[in-house]
């Protein structure tokens, strides 16, 4: 196991908990992989080569209190996201995104991959067939099937997961590449 003082983006393993012996603690980290988003950086514990000849890390589990952090906007008014977790490699994605009442993506689009969403507040539109997500709805838009455009009739936050990258080109609606992971 790499020194987390000694690599930049490390980050100390947590006091081992009680009834699990030093042995087990040390070595309970994942396989080499490169995940990125808050959960991530706060758990990436140890160096693990390389992948596909980019940096590769080892990680234990972690348990993120959304609350605490920051929501982060898009360069689409009206959206913002917290970056909860990514697979670097293959682009799957969690986060949580939140429309201003009255924002929305403007134009119809597909996804290189199946996009989940869980309405976890407020109300948010499909405009053309009028699939309404409220509190508690889960919608899933397959690979390739186009959908939207979208309009928040309230403010609202979906927890949203990609099991593969988010499109096959950036939209146009996005000016900053990251927009689109």
Request: glycine residues 8%.
């Given at each position: 196991m790499t020194d987390a003082a000694a690599t930049p983006g490390l980050v100390p393993a947590p006091p081992r908990p009680e009834g699990i012996d030093e042995a087990e603690w040390a070595s309970n980290l994942s396989d080499p992989a490169r995940y990125g988003g808050v959960a991530a950086d706060r758990s990436r514990e140890a160096a693990g080569g390389?992948?596909?000849?980019?940096?590769?890390?080892?990680?234990?589990?972690?348990?993120?209190?959304?609350?605490?952090?920051?929501?982060?906007?898009?360069?689409?008014?009206?959206?913002?996201?917290?970056?909860?977790w990514r697979n670097d490699e293959t682009g799957a994605s969690i986060s949580l995104v939140r429309f201003a009442a009255g924002s929305g993506i403007p134009l119809r689009h597909s996804h290189a991959s199946n996009q989940f969403m869980f309405c976890l507040s407020g109300r948010y539109t499909y405009v053309p067939t009028g699939l309404t997500l409220e509190p508690g709805s889960f919608y899933w838009n397959p690979k390739g099937c186009l959908h939207g455009p979208t309009r928040a009739d309230a403010d609202t936050v979906l927890l949203e997961i990609y099991d593969g990258p988010h499109y096959p080109t950036q939209?146009?609606?996005?000016?900053?590449p990251t927009d689109a992971h």
């Open positions: 390389t992948l596909d000849g980019e940096a590769a890390f080892r990680f234990r589990e972690i348990l993120v209190h959304t609350g605490d952090l920051e929501w982060i906007d898009k360069t689409l008014a009206g959206l913002t996201h917290k970056a909860l939209p146009e609606w996005y000016s900053d």
